[in-house]
């Protein structure tokens, strides 16, 4: 008792929960006047609110040729990174060479160069594509972010918008086969992170199109680990249909 008294609790008013909302009810008795009959009616517990859906993200409206989708993407206030503050780089090679290589974002040296994969990043991919017997004129190159963050990673406000984006971007050049440079390109079309998805063909269906995606190291991760370079050579042979596919 001592603890109720503690808690604010002075006076027992029923063992039941009672409804002191509802209006009593009067009985009468023969030969009696009325009287009050209190009601033990518990509370009426009200149903629980569902919970409020999340508004879809907002999707821009996206030019409907691959021209004019490479324009929007280099230059149109509209594109998620044009409140960045950071210069865009647009796509750039041969949409009909059957081969499309993605990239996450534009590096530090990229924008002093005015091209993707700059710098030493770009002069090892360079390489890697010289030795399938490529070079930048035979393969399209473009990237889920077209200008770099300030603090150099997408954060996941942009994401969806920016994968809606780079899977436009796949149909409008329709490439037999994608090549994904790190994590990020692949989480937005795959669904994983390239570790998980190296090693075979991903079928990618976007828009009635099959596209056979290959993911693979990003340039700039080969420059601090070369070890895994042997691993990138056997990405790229999967590209070009030799050994492993």
Known sequence: MAWWHEAGVDLLVDDAPRNWLQPPRVATARGSSPTVEATATPVARQAPRPAPVPA?????????????????????PAAPEARWGTPRIAPAGDPASGVMIVTDLPDEDDASEGRLLGGAAGRLFDRMLAAIGRDRASIYLGSLASARPVGGRIDSAHQDKLAHILGRHIQMARPKRLLLLGDAPNRALLGMGFLAARGSLRIINHGGIRIEAVASFHPRQLLKQPALKGEAWRDLLLLNGGPGQ
Do not use: E, F, Y
């Open 56 to 76: 879809a993200p907002v999707r821009p409206d996206l030019p409907d040729t691959l021209d004019a989708l490479q324009a929007w993407i280099a230059s149109d």
